[in-house]
């Protein structure tokens, strides 16, 4: 096997790995129901708009979706909201309606009503749920690796970063069969700082795009490694889920920069407020 410093991050391989990153990612819609009468007859429109991003993650055992804590103050909090649950297999997305009663939200630290919060939650699934996703889905065991990630975290420097969830616009002309391609659904960038405040850390990622990330809170921020395999043919060795993405600071000359809350922040205090909740 070859190393990362040996290997290129084609075109080709970051798509590849988008993909790979999809099966993690979760979009959040926000369902209106409206009702109107026509004559006699009472006609209703469903309307779905998206909301945000997630990352399905467990920690020892429970199963949840890791997001910026505003888009799940966007989510009712009972009756329907939706998942979209795109697919590395097929560009036709998956949905699934959820009822918020049975669903448990964690917010992570207290609700400063700053853009840079502390913004982040946890959306706990029903067992019902949980099944019908990991049919297609795969969630990312953050409790399993918070001893290394909190201790000796790879250096930001290294490997290829990627903002899961990025430009994702999926097709709203065919509105009952929603596609995108998950291939795109990734922005490819680097760190360009690292600060903490207070008890929660934050990344700035910046990714080179001609268009603006107008939907990105929630999104997950990852950090690949790559490998070549004997044939030669490039994988992902490892994936680390570094950050959560809160907003976009800004888009000029081409640059997205988003902030990100980091790794003490989900490693140490959202699998902490997760423990404290569910013990």
Not at 30 to 55: H, N, P, V
Not at 58 to 79: M, N
Not at 90 to 96: I, Y
Request: negative net charge; charged residues 25%.
């Amino acid at each position: 096997m070859s190393d990362q410093n040996d290997v290129q991050a084609t075109a080709e391989v970051l798509a590849s790995i988008s993909k790979e990153l999809s099966d993690f990612l979760v979009g959040f819609a926000k369902i209106r129901i409206e009702k109107r009468r026509e004559g006699e007859e009472e006609i209703q429109t469903t309307d779905a708009s998206l909301a945000g991003f997630g990352t399905l993650i467990s920690v020892d055992g429970h199963h949840a979706v890791l997001t910026a804590a505003h888009v799940l103050g966007d989510l009712p909090k009972a009756g329907e909201a939706g998942l979209i649950l795109p697919s590395r297999f097929t560009s036709h997305l998956q949905t699934l309606s959820i009822e918020m009663n049975y669903t448990q939200r964690i917010r992570v630290g207290s609700d400063s009503g700053k853009p840079d919060g502390p913004d982040l939650a946890a959306l706990v699934l029903p067992p019902h749920d949980v099944e019908t996703i990991k049919a297609t889905k795969i969630f990312y065991n953050v409790s399993s690796r918070r001893d290394r990630m909190l201790s000796d975290p790879p250096p930001t420097d290294a490997g290829t970063w990627m903002l899961s969830g990025a430009g994702a616009e999926p097709r709203t002309d065919a509105p009952d069969e929603p596609e995108a391609d998950s291939a795109g659904m990734s922005g490819a960038g680097s760190v360009e700082r690292e600060f903490d405040a207070g008890d929660f850390d934050y990344v700035d990622f910046a990714a080179r795009s001609e268009q603006s990330y107008a939907v990105v809170s929630g999104a997950g921020l990852w950090q690949v490694f790559l490998e070549k395999d004997r044939r030669g043919t490039v994988r992902a060795a490892e994936k680390l889920l570094r950050g959560v993405a809160l907003h976009q600071l800004g888009h000029e000359e081409q640059i997205n920069r988003v902030r990100c809350h980091g790794i003490k922040s989900i490693y140490g205090r959202a699998i902490d407020e997760m423990r404290s909740v569910l013990s």
